[in-house]
């Protein structure tokens, strides 16, 4: 048996991320040659096995991310291991190799003569017909035996649970609850928010979740759940504000027949609907006075009492709080008890804001388009303008409002692309094109200024506009713009 994936020599300029380093360190590298499972890179620095994001630039597709780890250095470069991603980015990955694979009579596998690309290799058996739409998941399915006997060595009980739990799940269709698919992100701040959540959901402690509205405080108590023991359990969430006052009481508690005029039957409330799972009481800060007072009581003892009735029941469940409102602020005015915040604030999340989250903001509304265009079975996608527009946006509406933008885009859009003015973001966009490049010193004229420095990132990459734009910390619409504005040609060049 040769290889299992066609390898090809290749240059491409990555940027490598350490993702388990606090200081988020990222360096440059060249790819040598590259195969779907692997590559071979000059430039990386790394001794360890450590994960890493690998972002590569292929022509005609634009910037990937990959997941990968060194395996063994040599004096070429750094063999590494690349781990599978997404379909998508998968494809991408092969119509490059697939593209720069060199005419040969001989099988890329394993060497053994054939020529007819018609089905498989009479030496390996593995399929060799690269034209059809279907070989990436023919070719992975072929091969899945042998790529898990590679990594035998390296699991563990915990691994092979994980690995059956896959195959119960997705190959047997066997459900079992995750945490939400929306609920992704690699900036700094989401990577912080993951690493809380799996600390503090394997515990019994209550959780406030603080953050803006839309911010996914409903998704992170959804993976609190998830990553518990009280999994199988329910999880009942409650938006304490969207419930009239008279009658939230009933609603979480629960309530005798008789109780109240319409209280024609015993009903029982949130609280033990929740028994034995999770309840996530959102928007906690409008609690009224009198529940705070009732709620503490159970945070204390465990106990419930239902409206009109005289016994107390024991309710096994575990608190989710979420508020978008400064709880210290309204302690302070007196809206908010003390002894309750300090109660519910046992461990805290804060859910970062979407403006702050860098390329999560493009990450998220690829998701929100590809699941909107799997649902029709629809081809579509953004332009550079919207890309750099769904960048530049303050999105005070954070993720919700993403969302609905893409929404709007996915159904406004002509010929299989959205631009900015189908999501509204054509202010964004304009502000995007012209907005100038930082000045890295004083000068007597800005606009000289600006002009040089563009120039010398060109003339310092070669006039690759990519890197250049890499250089100066901005997009690559944005440099192009710039080229355009200040009128720059090669003919500049000093």
């Not at 190959?171 to 939400?180: A, C, E, Y």
């Not at 003339?459 to 100066?472: F, G, K, S």
Request: hydrophobic letters at 40%; one cysteine or more; aromatic letters at 6%.
């Amino acid at each position: 048996m040769g290889r299992l994936d066609v390898r090809v020599r290749t240059n491409l300029d990555s940027v490598v991320q350490y993702i388990s380093r606090d200081e988020r360190h990222c360096e440059t590298v060249t790819i040598k040659e590259l195969s779907l499972s692997g590559a071979l890179v000059s430039g990386l620095t790394t001794q360890l096995p450590e994960l890493f994001a690998i972002r590569p630039v292929l022509p005609g597709a634009g910037e990937v991310e990959l997941r990968a780890r060194l395996v063994r250095r040599s004096e070429n470069g750094a063999a590494i291991r690349i781990f599978y991603s997404d379909k998508k980015t998968m494809q991408t990955l092969w119509e490059h190799i697939k593209g720069k694979l060199a005419p040969s009579d001989d099988c890329p596998y394993c060497g053994h003569p054939d020529d007819s690309r018609e089905g498989s290799c009479d030496g390996c058996n593995l399929y060799l017909n690269f034209g059809k739409d279907s070989y990436l998941e023919r070719h992975i399915e072929n091969t899945f035996a042998q790529r898990l006997n590679i990594r035998l060595n390296r699991l563990n009980l915990e691994h092979i649970d994980k690995i059956i739990d896959f195959v119960d799940s997705k190959l047997l269709k066997i459900k079992h609850r995750s945490p939400d698919s929306e609920f992704i992100g690699t900036s700094e701040g989401m990577l912080a928010v993951f690493a809380m959540i799996r600390k503090v959901a394997p515990t019994e402690m209550s959780v406030l979740l603080l953050g803006e509205s839309g911010t996914g405080k409903e998704l992170t108590a959804k993976a609190l759940h998830n990553l518990s023991v009280r999994r199988e359990g329910p999880f009942v969430a409650v938006n304490c504000a969207a419930i009239p006052e008279a009658l939230l009481e009933a609603e979480l508690f629960g309530y005798e027949k008789g109780a109240f005029t319409g209280a024609y039957a015993t009903k029982k409330g949130r609280f033990e609907s929740a028994d034995g799972g999770t309840l996530f009481l959102d928007e906690i800060g409008d609690l009224p006075a009198t529940l705070q007072a009732k709620l503490l009581r159970f945070l204390e003892d465990r106990l419930i009492e239902r409206v009109g009735a005289s016994t107390s029941r024991k309710i096994d469940v575990r608190i989710v709080a979420a508020t978008n409102r400064d709880l210290q602020k309204a302690m302070a005015e007196g809206g908010f008890r003390a002894d309750l915040y300090y109660r519910l604030n046992s461990f805290t999340i804060k859910l970062p804001p979407l403006r702050e989250r860098g390329e999560d903001k493009v990450r998220l509304a690829r998701h929100f388009l590809d699941r909107f265009a799997a649902s029709e079975n629809r081809r579509i996608d953004f332009s550079a303008a919207s890309v750099e527009a769904i960048r530049q946006h303050r999105w005070p509406g954070n993720v919700r409002e993403l969302e609905n933008k893409v929404r709007r885009g996915f159904l406004m859009a002509s010929d299989g692309i959205i631009e900015p003015a189908c999501m509204e973001l054509e202010e964004d966009c304009h502000h995007a094109a012209v907005q100038p490049v930082s000045e890295p010193q004083p000068g007597p004229s800005r606009a000289e200024t600006r002009r040089e420095s563009v120039l010398r990132a060109l003339e310092q990459n070669d006039y690759v506009i990519a890197r250049a734009a890499r250089q100066l910390q901005i997009s690559r619409p944005s440099m192009y713009a710039l080229i355009k504005k200040y009128g720059i040609k090669k003919d500049d060049a000093k």
